[in-house]
């Protein structure tokens, strides 16, 4: 090999060593939040299994109660929900999908232990038998 091209190479294996030792004992959270542009928001997708006997009107009380939440707490960049239709049958008792967008993780924890989210989950309870939640982050 030629001792200019070995230099190159065993200089981009130092620098490639050197980024990743950089960021390797950062936490992953932390890791994640650098990688995130800022045309990225956090999806909060929420999916209720309701207690059987629960009635349409207790329902549309949780539903009502959730949907004014947006209204509330002003970290909630947007929000929609919607009944499960889809014809596969793997629902598992899940009906409602409600999606949540935040601008991030700190306007997330904000919402999380809010008073008036709390205040829905008092509504919600009595209710509910089963809750699913996934986050992520999209463009």
């Given amino acids: ?21 950089f960021n390797w004992n950062r936490p992953t959270a932390v890791k994640n939040e650098l990688n995130m542009q800022q045309d990225s928001v956090l999806r909060h997708v929420v999916l209720f299994k309701f207690k059987e006997g629960t ?55 904000t919402y999380l232990p809010h008073p008036d989210h709390k205040a829905f989950g008092a509504v919600l309870s009595p209710y509910l038998e089963d809750v699913l939640v996934v986050d992520y982050w999209t463009k």
């Fill in 55 to 109: 009635t349409p009107e207790q329902i549309s009380q949780v539903e009502a109660a959730f949907g004014a939440l947006p209204a509330k707490i002003p970290q909630i960049k947007d929000y929609e929900w919607g009944l499960n239709n889809s014809p596969e049958g793997l629902e598992k008792g899940f009906t409602h999908c409600f999606f949540l967008t935040f601008d991030s993780e700190e306007d997330r924890a």
């Fill in 1 to 21: 090999m030629k001792p200019i091209y070995l230099a190159g190479v065993l200089g981009l294996a130092l620098l490639s060593l050197t980024l990743v030792s």
